[in-house]
C-alpha cells in the first residue's frame, strides 16, 4: 500500500531547516518539513524564573499554531482565555527535550526561550519544533560565545524528534495529517546526538499495541532521527 | 541500596481501591496508594460535546490536585485563572486511557466524566488516577446496566496504570515522592486486561537513557500491572 | 410531621470530626456531618499579605466543592474562569469566622489558610467547613507550639457553627439538603465558646420573618452549637 | 460621645432618592446617603435565565464601584480579570432582597436586572443599593404596567435596609465610613413593608457579641428603616 | 434637513462641565454634553509604571460603559472577562490626548489616572471624555500645587475634543447617537488650546471620503472646540 | 538629513507581496516591508456573528505579533489573559479597512477573517496589514468565484494603507521602527483605489502639529498609496 506522498514507509518528509531567518532573535530556525511550517526563535534574557538554583541557567519553551496553520481557521487562545491544552502539553515536552542537551551550569544565570510558532500544521509539529528549535537554541549559544558572554558553548549534545506510527497494519515513518488522523498507534521520539532517548511518548488512538510493536516504532524513530541530525549538522554549518 | 519505604526494586506500594466511597455519583473510587489519596468520581450526564459523532458516547477525565495535597501548599488553578499544565497534560492522558477500555458505540449518546481529584500526592498520582479512574468507570458503566439504561456493559477490557524508573543506578517499580524527585528517568504506562500497552510516556530528567533500559522499564511496569489489575479485579466483586 | 431522616426538631446530624486526617497539612480535620462530608487542612505560611499590620499574623480560608460534590455534576471554577460567587461569599465568612478566635499578635507574621474542599455536599457545608475548619487551625496551632516555633498557643476562644430554618411551620435544627432546599427561613450561627455571635446570616428564601421567629432561631442554633463544641473538644482530645 | 457629624445615635444620614434620573433605563435612581452615592439603574429583557421556572420571571442585581469611589483609587474588576470577591457577595444580597418584593409569576417571563453603580462610597453602599434598587424597580414595574406590558403591578411590598453597630460602647444607627471602620460589630437588615425581615447580616469585626446586642441592633434598623420607607414612598409619588 | 435636536449643522449641543463634583478624588468633573454624561475623576498617585523615565511622571486614562448606560444594557466586560475593545482603543485615546498638555518633568514621579465612565451614552462620549478629563486633569494638578506638592503647575496648554461628521450629504458638528449611527464618515479631533491638532481619527463607515472633505470636517471641529475651550476656561473659574 | 535607511523623504520600503503562500488558506499573503514581515490569511466561513443583518456577510481581522516580533522578546497575550490594547485597536483598524472594499450583500451570508500575524516588526506592521490583508482577501474571494460559490466577486474598490510623519522637522514617508520611534508627529492613512480616504489616524506624540502639516502628510501618504497600489496590482496578476 503506497503512502499518501508516495514514500517508503521508513522515509522521512523532505525536511529543510534554515537558520538565521529572524532579524531580532538571537537564533531562529525556520522548519519546513512536507508542508508543515514552523518558526522557531530563541531569545535570551539575563534572568531565570524563582525556581531556578543559584549560578544555572533555563532554557523552556513556548508552542503555538497560528490561527489559520489547519485546514479550518481555530479560534485564538485568547478569545478563549485559555492556553489550548494540547499546545501546555507540547511546550512541556519541548522545553524537556531542550533542556536535555544544555549544560545548565555553564549557561550561568539567564533563560532562553525557544518560540515555536506552527505557520502551517500538517502533521509533526511537536516533533518539528523540537527539531528546529534545536537549531534556534544552537544558534543562541553559539552567539552567545561569540559575542563573549560565555566562554565556550553550553551545548552537551544535540537533540532532534522524529514521529512514527501504526497505520493499519503498515509501520510507518514522520507520519503526515492523514496518516495521523488514521493511525491506530502514534509515537513520538526525542533523541540525543549518541542515538539515547530523551522523551518517548506512545498512544494507542486506535487500538492498543504489544510492547513488541511499541519496539518497532522506536527503532525506526531512531533510524529517522540519524538523518534528521545530519541535516541539523548541515544546516548549523558543519 | 534499601528503598525508603523498604519496598524491593519490583515492589508495588500497599494499594487500595475502595469503591462506592460517593453516594451521589453514578461511580466512585477512593485510591490510597501508600501515601497518595486519589478519589475518583464517574458522573454519566445524558449528552455529548459537538466532536462526537452521531450514535457514541465520549468518556473524559478531570485531574486537580486540591491546594494542600503536596508538602507546600499551592495557589488554587482559579487564583491564578489558569489550569496548571501539568494537570492539563495529566487529565488528556487519563482520558486517553480511559476511553481505550470503553465500547463507545455501546455506550450510545451520553458522556461519563472522570473526576480525579488528589487529596494528597506522594508520587504516582497520574498512574493511581488511571487506576482508580478505571474503577469509578467500572462502576458507572455497571450500575447504568443494573438500572436498565444499557442492555450491555461497553466496557472491552480492563485499564491500568503505573510508574517505574532508573533512581541511581536501580531500576524501581512505582515511585514515591522522593523517588520521583531523584530519578534520572521516569517512565509511566498504562496497559489493558491482555498486557497490551495503551499509552508510554518517558522521560530523561537527569539523563539520556537506551532504548534497552527502556524495554526494561516497560517490562517491571508490565509486571506490576499485572497485580494491579488483580487488585482492581478483587475491588470489582470479581 | 416527620423529618426526612427521622431527627427531632432540634436534633443535629451525626457529627464527626477526625483530626489529623492529612500526612503533610500543619493542621487538618475531616468532617462528617449526615451525608456532608469536607475536608479542611491548615497550611502554614511565614509570611502575611500586605495589607496586614506589621507584627501581626492573618487567618484566612478557601472554599470549594468538588465538581461532583452535588446530585449533579457542576463544572470546576477554573473552566469558568469564575470563581463561583456563592464560594467567593462563603470563604470570606468562613475567613472572619476563623479570625474571630485567634490572637493575631501572638500568632506573629504568618499566615493561616484553612482550605474547605467540599467531597460530598448535602446542605450546611458552609457551617460544617467552620466548625472543621477550627479543628485544623487548632491543630495547626498547637503544632506550632509543639515544634516551638510559638511560646503559647494564640487561640482566645473556639467557633463552631449551625443552620437553623423554618420549614413549613417547623423550626429545624441543621437542615439537610432537602430540608434547606424546602426552607422559607434559613439562619446560620458562628458562635465562640462563650455562646456569643460571631456571625449570623439570616435569609427569607421563601418569605420574610418577624423579628421572633429570628430570635427563635438563634436560640436553636445556640443549643446545638453546645452540643458541636463539646464534640470538637472530644475530636481535640480535651 | 458625639458622633463624627454630630449625629444621634438613632438618627440616619439626609437620604434623598431621585427616581427617574436615567433617559433610558425602564427605572432608576439616585440615592445620595450622606456622602455615599450610588447610581441604581433597572433593566427589562424579555427573557430568563434557564435556572427560572416556565411562566416566572426573574430580578437579578449587580454591584460595582467606581474605581475612585473610595478614599483610595482602586483597580477595576476587569484589570484584575476577577469580580472583587466583596462585589460578589453584596450583589446576591441585593438580588435576594429584591426578589422578595416581587411576584414573580405576575411578571411573567421576563428578567428585571438592578445595576447598583456607586459613584462615592462613604459606607453603607450595600444597603443603599438595596433602598435605592427598590425605588428603581418600582419604576421599572410601573413603567410595564403603563406601557400595557403588564396587567397588574407584580409587587408584593417594598423593601428598604440600613446599618448599625457597635462603636466602641454605642448603638449606632446608618454608619459612616469612620464609624464603619471603627466598629465592633456591624449588623445590616434589610426589612419589608411589614416591618418583617428578608436579610438579616451580622458581624463581629471586632469582638463577639451576645444575643441581647444582636436583638437591640436590629430594632435600632427597624426604626431606621421605617424612617426610610417613607422617604421611598415619598420618592415614588405616594 | 433639520437635525433631531433642532441645531444649525456647526451648532453644538448643550455642554456642561461640573468640576469638583467628587468628594474624594484630586479632580473631578461632571460632563453633561446633551444626553451623554460622563463623569470624570482624576486621581494622584506617587509612583509610576515601570516604562516611565525617572524623574518624570505619567498621566493616564481609563474609560468604561455603565451597563445601562446605553439603549439596551450590555454585560459588564468582568462578566465577559474581556476589556471591551472599543474601551481599550478609546482610552488609549483619552490617555495620550491627555498627556499633550502636561508637562512630565514638572509633575514629577507621580501618576495622574483619568477615570472616565459613562453614565449615560448619546453619541460624543470619547470626546467628552477628553473634554472632561481635562478639566478633572487641571482640577488635581491645581490641588496638588494648592497643597505645596507642586511648585509650578505642570500645564502647557488645555485640551478639548469633538466630533463632526457626514450624514447624508449634511457636515454635521458634535454627533448625537442618531446622526453618529447614520453617518457616512464619523471624524474626531482633539486640539489644544493654540488650535493645532492632538489627535485625529476619521473613518469612513459608509462610504470613503475625500481628502477635501476630511479638512472641512476638521474645520468645523476647529470651530467648535475653541466654543468648548471657552467652557472649560468658565468652568475652571478662568 | 539622511534616513537611516537612505532612503529620500518620500521614498517607500521596499515592499514585496508574496500571495499563496499558505496551502490551506482561502487567501494567503506574505507582506515585506523592509524589516517588517506579515503573515495575512483569509480564512471563509459559511456564517456570519449575529449583528449582521440576514443576507449580508461580514469580513473582519484579527492581528498579532509572534512573542519575539521585536527587538525584545514580550509574552504572549495568553500568559497574560489579555489582548495586548495596542493589537484590540489595530484589529479594529484592519477590519473597518477591509469592510470598505467588500460588497457585503453580494458577498452572502459568510465571514471572511484575516489574520494578520507579525513575524518580524520594525515599523508599519499595521498598514502592512492593511496593505496585505487586502491581497489575502483579494485571493480569498477570487477563489470563491473560481469554485462557483458566488457568481461576482464582491469587491468594489482595492485598498491600502501607509505611515508618513514628522521626525525633527522632516516629513517622512514610511516609517520604520527608529524613525517611528524618534517622530513628533505619526499619521496613518488608509486610501481606496480612487485615492479617497478610508481611515485616518494621526497622533502627536511629540508635539501637536498644525492642520496644514496634517494635510502635508495625507499628501505624502496619498502619493506613497499610488505606488503601493501598483505592487497590489501586480501581485494579483493584474
Known sequence: MARIDGRANDQLRPLELTPGIHKF??????VRCGNTVVICTASVEERTPPHVPEGEGWVTAEYSMLPR???ERSRRDISKLKLAPRSAE???LIGRALRACVDRKKLGERTVTIDCDVLQGDGGTR???VTGGYVALSCALHNLVERGVLAELPLTTCVAAVSAGLVGDELLLDLCYEEDSAAQVDLNCVMNGAGELIELQATGEGRAFTVEEQRTLVDLCARGIREIQ?????ALGG
Open 25 to 30: 532573535a538571537e537564533g531562529s530556525c525556520l
Open 69 to 71: 496553520a489547519n485546514r
Open 90 to 92: 507540547i511546550q512541556r
Open 127 to 129: 516533533t518539528a519544533s
Open 230 to 234: 545530519a541535516i541539523q549538522r548541515a
